[in-house]
């Protein structure tokens, strides 16, 4: 007995760090707070014992198979883990069977399908009555959109639960924890520089699996010293990722130098200095949805109506970044990085803005003029509201004289075009309309 002991703890010292460090209950568990923190609904359904079969959907490495086998832990349940790679109905049907039997003796069985979009119909039909009947508790886990991959009447008997990317926060408490904790590398004397540490946990982009790979990688590849004692250096890390280290920090001075040099890049219309700017950020870690999220703003503040199709470009970009993630989403950011550079610039927008703001916290109770006032009910009638009110579709131009700023503010200019690109156009129609205001033939 004490041989087979020495060999399971062997084999266990030989497994890979995150099947080492995997949770056993949720007080271990990181990330997903909003699913299993204090009070929210997966944690009350757990604590109640009122769990009913479910999905998890999610991006890879979040804690998908983790939390299943916890609530297996929890719920006292048999948990049987199925491969949709190499599972086919006949299997279902056998370890169904067995299911039924426990049922009828009152054991609970929790059946945890991974990568649950690769079942076809008819091996997903295959655990419908099974999970009709209650005889199992489906926990499939998927990174694809249950809505499209997974049969319709299945669906419908399963909640589905969203597992989040992990934040870097997260990913550096994992990694903390595995440098010591006994099971991972708490054992050994490790040095790693915090900095190092970071990088990993940007490297792995919200997947813990890949963060421990990659520290157990970097671990069993440092420098050993005479004291025993291993020293991670940081030419040690670039090549279990692959790549140099870029000066870069999400929250520190760097991610604002290198965002403001994006943008003035493209303000100044230089194209060349613009995709460097965004390569340096993506290739440091950045979140490409951050960076789609300054172009939008970048569309209307500094090219607005001079090329309106810019706004439409940089919201694009950003379903683009959405659907496709890194690293193919960066050519979608490019393309908009570039159209951005090209396009016709003009501030009125931002400039319209600003101005109106500075009179309105200035005069927050400024009255809405009478006549623009909507007038819905008989006493709002008599208070006069909405009365000379000017409908302009009833004119052949489609204009009326009619005031819309409050007197104090009339006459006030807020946008202002400066001609530039579509905009002359839009400049040229804005004169045209004061003209007409202005010549006393409007009503």
Known sequence: M????????????NAPLASRLRPQSLDDYVGQEHLVGKGKAL?????KDMITSMIFWGPPGVGKTTLARIIANVTHSSFIDFSAVTSGIKEIKEVMKQAENDRMVGLKTIVFVDEIHRFNKAQQDAFLPYVEKGSIILIGATTENP???????LLSRCKVFVLQAL??????RLLHHALTDKRGLGNSTIYIEERLLKAIAVFANGDARTALNTLDMAVLNGEIRSDGSITVKEEILEQCIGKKMLLYDRNGEEHYNLISALHKSM?????????YWLARMLEAGEDPLYVARRLIRFASEDVGMADSQALQVAVAAYQACHFNGMPECSVNLTHAVVYLSMASKSNALYRAYERAKADAVKMLAEPVPLQIRNGVTELMQELHYGEGYQYAHDTAEKLTAMKCLPDSLEGRI??????????????????????????????
């Not at 944690?43 to 604590?47: D, N, T, Y």
């Not at 809505?147 to 009447?153: C, D, L, T, Y």
């Not at 045209?432 to 409007?442: A, Q």
């Open 147 to 153: 809505s499209f991959e997974i049969n319709s009447a």
């Open 2 to 13: 004490e041989q087979l002991s020495l060999f399971a703890e062997e084999i266990n010292r």
């Open 414 to 443: 807020y946008y202002a075009p400066d001609g530039q690109g579509k905009e002359a156009e839009i400049k040229e129609k804005l004169e045209e309309i004061k003209r007409i205001k202005n010549s006393g033939k409007l009503p």
């Open 267 to 275: 303000r100044n219309s230089d194209p060349d200095a613009a995709v």
């Open 167 to 172: 934040t870097e926060q997260d990913i550096l």
């Open 43 to 47: 944690r009350q359904m757990l604590e």
